[in-house]
């Protein structure tokens, strides 16, 4: 089993759809979450950290389910511009602090 | 945030020579350094782990002797690939992790070294 796996997308929606991001995690000792985003070509970029109570910033919403062991991202009202692969990411701090990505999901929103 | 600098952006080679990726950290000191492998349509795989002024950890099925990691200083660290072959092409990217406090880490990214070796 993978130690970080998302959904395999990818997702082709509308713009102003709503759009949602799982990912679970096999290490029970991961204690750090993040999504980042990654655009064609280019190295990923932090869209956000996902804290226990759930966090949003805008149109985006991060949650975490530790019991499940999965996190979830939101994105609402998406725009042409969200367009990218979505990265999910865990920190292994029982691994020397090792940053564990997912395979990605990847976003196309049309017009 | 922080600023992780990685060069050269682009490098072409010919089989069998060396390729040296560099990776700084411009305005903080990073005792621990990710280099990352990412094939066409893949995730990024971890290769390593550098941290300053030991020994790198590789990952299960990466070669040390191919791949040459340095990190002599708290802001630096190589990566050699040694002996290139095509399918050593690939985009190599190095991370810096950074440690906020106790439970709040972030990562910054370099901006990746396309490798095509011919």
């Known amino acids: 089993r993978k130690e970080v796996e998302q959904d395999p997308g990818p997702f082709n929606v509308p713009e102003g759809a709503t759009v949602a991001f799982n990912c679970t995690y096999s290490n029970s000792a991961s204690q750090s979450f993040f999504w980042y985003r990654q655009d064609c070509r280019k190295e990923p970029k932090l869209l956000m950290s996902v804290y226990s109570s759930g966090n949003e910033d805008g149109r985006f919403t991060a949650q975490l389910n530790r019991a499940s062991q999965y996190i979830s991202l939101l994105i609402r009202d998406s725009k042409l511009s969200d367009s990218a692969t979505y990265l999910c990411?865990?920190?292994?701090?029982?691994?020397?602090?090792?940053?564990?990505f997912g395979q990605g999901t990847e976003l196309s929103v049309k017009p | 945030g922080a600023v992780v600098s990685q060069h050269p952006s682009w490098v072409i080679c010919k089989s069998g020579t060396s390729v040296k990726i560099e990776c700084r950290s411009l305005d903080f000191q990073a005792t621990t350094m990710f280099w990352y492998r990412q094939f066409p349509k893949q995730s990024l795989m971890l290769m390593a782990t550098s941290n300053e002024g030991s020994k790198a950890t590789y990952e299960q099925g990466v070669e040390k002797d191919k791949f040459l990691i340095n990190h002599a200083s708290l802001t630096l660290s190589t990566l050699t690939v040694t002996s290139a072959h095509p399918e050593d092409s690939s985009f190599y990217i190095c991370?810096?992790?950074?440690?906020?406090?106790?439970?709040?880490?972030?990562?910054?990214f370099g901006q990746g070294t396309r490798l095509t070796v011919v």
């Open positions: 990411v865990v920190i292994l701090y029982n691994q020397g602090g090792k940053l564990i």
């Open positions: 991370s810096a992790r950074v440690d906020r406090s106790p439970m709040r880490t972030e990562a910054f």
